[in-house]
């Protein structure tokens, strides 16, 4: 634990929250990790526990007597199923399930809160993974979001990280996607091109509006299959993308007006209701009852990454590695097309 430090609150921070108050003061801590160490005792306020809502008054003084940087986290094996898709003695390629995070986040406290991810998968079935990436994400070089399925690269070693890393920051690396999108894409073939940033919001989103820290994202899409049916319109797409910026799939399909189905982040229907049949010989409330008895639901992003192409960084050898659409995803559609 750190020494104890004191702060004196000034007369302009009159009115301010006592948690906001203190986010601001402490340099690179997040208001969550402020709240946490006042629920632990580490915050006094003229010598006094207080609420994170405190409306400060200005003159009092404030003592911090535990660290409000968590001690790191490092990540641990853990016998956790792998499909492997590819692997050498630099790299490997793991075909990850949606529900799965690749690597805890760095904010993590609760070491909890740090298994089941990709890593501790990883290093219990390949031991070594390259330290680039630091303790909590050894052999990572790009993600996939939790309910996001898919290929995703992995380095066994430094020299390959750093290898990978140049590759895919130098656009070397083709990244195909396939997704199933709300209504009717007008277009046979797209490019989405706009800056992606982290909406001012909903921290938690990603947005194609302006914003001071965005980034460019070039996002392909093709059309696959056109679905028309009782539960509405959909398009299953082939998607590559230039770039790999977070979310970038399902928020540039949103900014079009087509989320990714399962997406509620981006405006995906959280359950996907059927219209009446047609016909006759049925009342038209007893048809709708009907209809509605069972809407779909998926508990995932219809967003699946089916093809990774690149060059070997080490050897040049030419690798395309592909992986099928997981049953959930393969289901879905089947109840689309055969209701």
């Excluded at 399925?149 to 020299?159: Q, T």
């Excluded at 083709?174 to 709300?182: G, N, P, R, S």
């Excluded at 189905?261 to 048809?287: C, H, M, N």
Aim: net charge positive; glycine share 8%.
């Amino acid at each position: 634990m750190s020494s104890p430090r004191t702060i004196d609150v000034p007369a302009e921070a009159r009115g301010r929250r006592l948690d906001m108050f203190l986010t601001a003061q402490l340099a690179d801590v997040s208001r969550s990790r402020v709240q946490l160490l006042m629920e632990q005792g580490g915050v006094l306020v003229d010598g006094r526990h207080e609420k994170p809502s405190l409306k400060l008054r200005g003159g009092e003084r404030i003592t911090i007597s535990g660290d409000p940087h968590p001690v790191p986290l490092k990540a641990v094996p853990e016998a956790i199923p792998l499909d492997v898709v590819y692997e050498d003695d630099d790299l490997a390629v793991v075909n990850k399930p949606a529900g799965m995070m690749v690597h805890a986040g760095s904010g993590q406290s609760d070491e909890a809160r740090s298994r089941g991810t990709l890593v501790n998968a990883l290093l219990h079935r390949f031991k070594t993974l390259s330290s680039a990436g630091g303790e909590l994400r050894p052999g990572i070089v790009h993600r996939l979001d939790k309910n996001t399925s898919g290929l995703i690269v992995v380095a066994k070693n430094d020299r390959a990280h750093r290898a990978l890393g140049a590759m895919f920051a130098g656009r070397r690396v083709e990244k195909t996607y396939v997704a199933l999108v709300h209504g009717a894409v007008a277009r046979h073939k797209g490019t989405i091109s706009a800056a992606v940033s982290r909406d001012r919001v909903r921290r938690t989103r990603m947005t194609t509006r302006p914003g001071a820290n965005a980034r460019s994202a070039v996002t392909h899409y093709e059309v696959v299959q056109r679905l028309d049916c009782r539960f509405g319109k959909f398009t299953l797409l082939r998607v590559r993308i230039e770039t790999g910026r977070t979310h970038q799939i399902r928020v540039h399909m949103a900014s079009i007006g087509h989320p990714v189905v399962g997406d509620t982040l981006y405006g995906g229907a959280a359950q996907i209701a059927a219209s009446a049949p047609a016909g006759t010989g049925e009342s038209a409330r007893g048809k709708q009852k009907k209809a509605n008895a069972w809407p779909l639901k998926l508990e995932r992003n219809f967003l699946h990454a089916a093809r990774l192409e690149f060059a070997h960084p080490l050897t040049a050898k030419h690798l395309v590695l592909e992986a099928a659409l997981p049953r959930p995803l393969t289901d879905f559609l089947n109840r689309l097309e055969c209701v």
